[in-house]
């Protein structure tokens, strides 16, 4: 507690940074809903349609036996794996509506699912990009770079699975490097990376060390989230299905996220495609309650189209807008916690890449989104993560959650007395109610420019990406590696050094 | 209809600018409302609260006495008008739901309540800004570009009233040339400058001689939309009071707009500023029906906050997108017809201008808006109209307008076929579901890049900013003036030459 009211007072300090404190966010407005009710029960129809006579293509043997041993229809010469929407719908009920997910510091901990809301910063590019160096390949240091302002910025609740691929580490290795470094510099959930049964095993373990838990302790209060991604259409590959069941076993949280871009991995139609997403979806969140009936699963939406000129996949559309909200729904019907996405197509931290941005991010919260992976960084469709976006996707979501305040009504709120003290025609500046209150009356941004045209031009008429990039550099410079057990640290050192030496992952 | 057609193929022609068609827009998704309906009830009780026992200081005495001889309790000495609920509620009751405003181009009518959405330029900033010349006081002939381009974009359904003051121009017959302009460069509704009787009666004669109407014809066919300010908090001055009433007496469109900037013209609390608000709406529209019962009356809000620390105002803020949303629910609870706006605090097209526009744009639609004033071309807290941004928030608006054509849900969309032959791990690029439909199926944008980063970066890697300036270059360059018959040319410029020469108004 003492440790946490220190960081807050240098996150207000130095670097003048005042940021909103770190706070679990809920969602209090009513949600949009895109489709008529009648359509959500059409397009569930057509996916147990789908999963039915349809079905998945699952390349994992030991997936196939688990799904035969729940009830489906397994054919292993073509692979082949068809549903009884009467399995899908039993399993997908065993799954909680919501749950908690845990972090190496309680105090962050965050709910999923319900009316709450988190924020997730930007996973899985290949490359980074800031205004200083350009657009690279990141180096390890780099993304522990990242790694200290997704821990600095109180806004985001969990990390994203290390922000871009260091390919100067071994490839079998990097994830335990990610791993350790994820664990040593932020006190917040982070992602694993749940590629293979191996590096699901290595989080799992790591993890747990972290928190000082035993296996059964982890089980009961999941600290991972992994994106499972299927290889849509309809098909589910190895390492995935590893990943899967791994975590499942451990009753981690599993978030199954089919990529369907509609017009090359789906229909063309978003109907088609909700469909599509649908199907595959429930049949993930139905392997992960076959593996561990309870277990934490989430209901992951990522579609969007591409772009019907260059073929190129297109983020932050209207398409994609009305999909996450029909997702949404599409959730909610079957009680599952909602995960949705805040992107971009632009290649650079302009004008474009916010107005895409907050056409996802204002989609998805208002279609009840209850956590919002690459919510903050993402750039160029997901290839980059960006430093300068980082910072301004922080600003917008700031102001998201302040947005979800709601406005308090009360005979002091309404300030009859006030407006009758400030007179017709006269001003609130000086009025006692206003002067009780002003310094917390409105939401204060960090990023955003609010000075006259004159003034802001005679101190350099810089715009929001060079503000960004200087804020990330005054928040790196002004970074505390958050305090470590240090017999946890060198259990956790131990651990990877064993690993990277050759043994196998308990 | 010849000419409409030969317009659109130009708009899809040598400029490449590939525009939605012009269309009326209707939001058919469920309202985010942010207020219970008992605080919206609390918000009304309290605006009646400030109506009968505060009032309005009401500066022209011509006003006072309509409001007298409606039944309010006027005092001549201190210009104060108290508001009987009963009497305002009475009054308000008798302006319609919705309504047509009427174009030259009657293609161009739009309807507007109900689930109505229109989109209007910018208007009234004393500066204009474009990439080339910076930031600078506007010459006529640089109003009159931005005409052409409003004009150009099918996006906009209304010109918002001069995008910049041309100060070269003698002030007091400015907007003569203003509406001859508005009238030959655009065959779209346009607004007038209803500051002052004058300028009022001047924009209903050449609305009526644009039009062919007799005055009759144009109390029956609305073609004036006039933004009527309170000089907040709670007095409403006399070329604000006699531009209503002329407007009003013409049987035009009236949006009473109160300019509540909390912890400034009104309550630091959002609740008291919007029970300010919702007073001063409502006395306003209560004069208009005093005027003339059942002129077209809009309920306009503005609210947004200042700044605290500079004092400045902030616009597209998490509290703006409140008060838009609470603004909705209160004008709803009168069956009016609810204005908000697009807006921005930024110096620049940049990523802050979109995430402030975003923000209140997001806010506006899905808290109901029927016309969004100020939705393309604000800049800097609307100081400027700038011709990039102009460019940017067409784009956001055809985003907005695809995100409102709901996802369309049949066995032909929902495509199971296609799903078929595409085949797990397949694709969808040749199946013959999407190959009949890719042409049409998604949203094109005009501005926004979706090449990858190397082909764009080979392009010159351009940033929306820069391509904006591209695309209104070109369409200025490919403008051409919607055909006026030249006898009506004529009688407005007679008119315009009368009065320049120092005829009154009739």
Redesign the interface.
């Known amino acids: 507690m003492a440790r946490r009211s220190r960081d807050t007072r240098r996150d207000r300090g130095g670097s003048g940074l005042r940021q909103l404190p770190w706070r679990s966010i809920v969602n209090p ?7 008529s009710a009648d ?1 959500v029960e ?2 569930h129809l ?1 996916s147990m ?2 999963l039915e006579n ?4 699952v390349l994992h043997d030991g997936a196939r036996d688990l799904l035969a041993r729940a009830g489906a229809d397994v054919d292993n010469d073509s692979r ?1 794996v068809r549903f009884d929407r009467g399995l899908v719908l039993e399993h997908v009920a065993r799954a909680p509506a919501e749950f908690t997910l845990h972090a190496r510091n309680p105090a962050k901990n965050f709910r999923l699912g319900g009316r709450h809301l988190a924020f997730t910063s930007v996973g899985g590019p290949a490359y980074c990009n800031d205004l200083d160096r350009g ?1 690279r390949r990141g180096r390890f240091e780099d993304a522990c770079d990242y790694l200290r302002l997704v821990q600095s910025l109180d806004i985001i609740h969990q990390e994203g699975g290390g922000a871009f691929e260091p390919i100067e580490l071994p490839a079998e290795t990097r994830h335990l490097d990610l791993y350790l470094s994820q664990i040593r510099l932020t006190d917040k959930n982070w992602q694993p990376v749940a590629l293979g049964g191996e590096r699901a095993r290595d989080a799992i373990n790591m993890a747990r060390i972290a928190l000082g838990f035993t296996a059964e302790e982890l089980a009961a209060k999941p600290a991972l989230f992994a994106i499972i991604n299927t ?1 849509s ?3 589910l590959d190895v390492p995935m299905a590893e990943g899967l069941i791994e975590m499942a076993s451990a009753g981690q949280a599993v978030c199954v996220t089919p990529f369907t871009l ?11 495609t ?3 997403q649908n199907a595959e979806a429930l049949a993930g969140i139905t392997l992960v309650q076959a593996v561990r009936p309870g277990a934490p699963a989430v209901y992951g939406a990522f579609t969007s ?8 996949p ?1 983020f932050g ?3 994609y ?3 996450a909200q ?1 997702s949404g729904q599409l959730a909610r019907r079957y009680s599952l916690p909602f995960r949705s996405s805040s992107v971009t ?15 996802s991010l ?2 998805a919260i ?1 279609g009840g989104a209850n956590i919002i992976v690459h919510a903050a960084g993402w750039l ?2 997901g ?2 993560a960006s430093f300068e976006k980082l910072i ?1 996707d922080a ?2 979501l700031q ?2 959650a ?2 979800l ?6 005979p ?5 007395d ?3 003290e ?8 000086g ?1 006692s ?2 002067m009780s ?3 917390s ?4 941004p960090f ?7 004159e003034t ?2 005679e101190a350099g ?1 810089e ?3 060079v503000r ?1 990039n200087r804020i990330w550099k005054s928040l790196l410079k002004e970074y505390r590696q958050p305090p470590l057990d240090p017999a946890i640290d060198e259990e956790l050192a131990d651990y990877v050094n064993r690993r990277k030496a050759g043994a196998a992952a308990p």
Do not use: C
């Open positions: 407005y009513p949600h949009i809903e895109v489709l359509q059409t397009i057509a349609d789908l349809q079905g998945m293509r082949m657009r290889n259409p309809r098909q509609a017009g090359a991995m789906a229909p063309v139609t978003l109907a088609g909700l469909a599509q189209n591409v772009d019907m000129r260059s073929g190129s297109a559309t209207p398409e807008a009305k999909a029909a197509s632009s290649n650079v931290v302009d004008a474009q890449s916010t107005y895409e941005s907050a056409m204002w989609a208002s160029e469709s290839l980059t301004v600003e917008m102001m998201m302040e947005y305040r709601p406005i308090e009504v009360t002091e709120t309404l300030a009859l006030a407006i009758a400030a007179g017709p025609g006269g001003h609130f500046f009025v109610h206003t209150r002003y310094q009356a409105f939401y204060e990023l955003s420019e609010r000075r006259n045209f802001w031009q008429a715009d929001a990406q960004a």
